[in-house]
């Protein structure tokens, strides 16, 4: 009996070490796969979800900024600056996004000592900048609200990936063709829907001033509390002047941002008797699961709701 207790044990032992064995092999092979994988970091959801449809399975992703959480002004984490430093490629949308205001992510790049042009791009680094009417020296940030942009967007975002991992080019390049063409095809349809509105309708009234590159894609006059997020907001002059701005139209309904206070928006209203009719998304792609989760169904969104409004 004594006998068969020890070779039982032993069995038992040798399992166990043959299943760490194995365990730990395979665990290291997954780091060793991962540590492989091109590692980018993203500044925002936006950009985080293009770089996904380009890159998916091959690339190792993180974004900075969460979901639901406005990247004008922001304080980088821990985390944040240890996912910077150990990235092979970092995307910002550029613009005077995250580089104006409080300036964190020129901060965060100089911390992670990366540098610009080099692992650092901007995704927006072909599109044609529109900017403030409150400061005609500063650029409008919120270029991808115009899908052909967003198209240039998820150009340049390959462009680089293929230059940093060369050997995944063709995988790259065919999975942003693809995306591109269903991009292509939700933003010719929108140019041509929102005509059917008459003029006279087509204000649309949010709470920041995000929606300018939107408005010249679309066919539609954008009107707005404040400009952009970093300013003040809701003071008496910017309530005076987007109440100015609707009076005199046949805009039908309101819209706030999903990521700012409805506030200032509930005020217009109460002034106006007109109704809020629905969220929409600037700075931040929705909570995973639900509408909005995606740059394309944001923009699907956007464009379905904002014409159902004002029609």
């Not at 044609?128 to 198209?151: F, M, Q, R, S, Y």
């Not at 995944?168 to 939700?186: G, I, R």
């Amino acid at each position: 009996m004594k006998k068969i207790i020890v070779t039982f044990v032993a069995v038992i032992a040798m399992i166990t070490g043959v299943y760490m064995f194995l365990h730990h092999r395979d665990g290291s092979a997954v780091r060793a796969n991962d540590n492989e994988k091109l590692h980018v970091v993203t500044t925002n959801s936006i950009l985080e979800d293009m770089v996904h449809n380009v890159g998916k399975d091959r690339i190792k992703l993180y974004s900075i900024v969460k979901r639901g959480t406005d990247p004008h002004e922001y304080e980088p984490q821990p985390t944040d600056v240890s996912e910077s430093a150990d990235a092979d490629v970092m995307f910002h949308n550029g613009l005077n996004l995250e580089t104006g205001g409080n300036g964190w992510f020129t901060k965060l790049v100089k911390t992670s000592h990366k540098k610009f042009d080099k692992e650092v791009f901007s995704a927006s680094e072909d599109v044609k900048a529109k900017h403030l009417t409150t400061n005609v020296k500063e650029e409008d940030p919120h270029a991808w609200l115009d899908l052909e942009n967003g198209i240039k967007y998820v150009r340049t975002i390959t462009n680089v990936l293929k230059q940093k991992d060369p050997k995944n080019a063709s995988f790259y390049e065919d999975n942003a063709d693809e995306y591109v063409a269903k991009l292509e095809k939700l933003h010719k349809e929108a140019q041509s829907k929102y005509l059917s509105i008459p003029e006279n309708q087509r204000l649309l009234v949010t709470s920041e001033g995000a929606f300018k590159y939107f408005s010249a894609a679309y066919h539609v006059k954008p009107a707005y509390i404040w400009e952009i997020n970093t300013e003040a907001q809701g003071t008496p002059e910017q309530m005076k002047a987007v109440l100015g701005k609707i009076k005199g139209t046949e805009v039908k309904h309101l819209f706030v941002e999903s990521s700012v206070s409805p506030k200032s928006m509930d005020k217009v209203a109460k002034e106006t008797g007109l109704e809020i009719y629905s969220k929409i998304f600037t700075d931040s792609l929705a909570k995973k699961g639900t509408d909005g989760d995606t740059y394309y169904s944001m923009m699907k969104w956007n464009i379905d709701h904002i014409y159902d409004g004002l029609k």
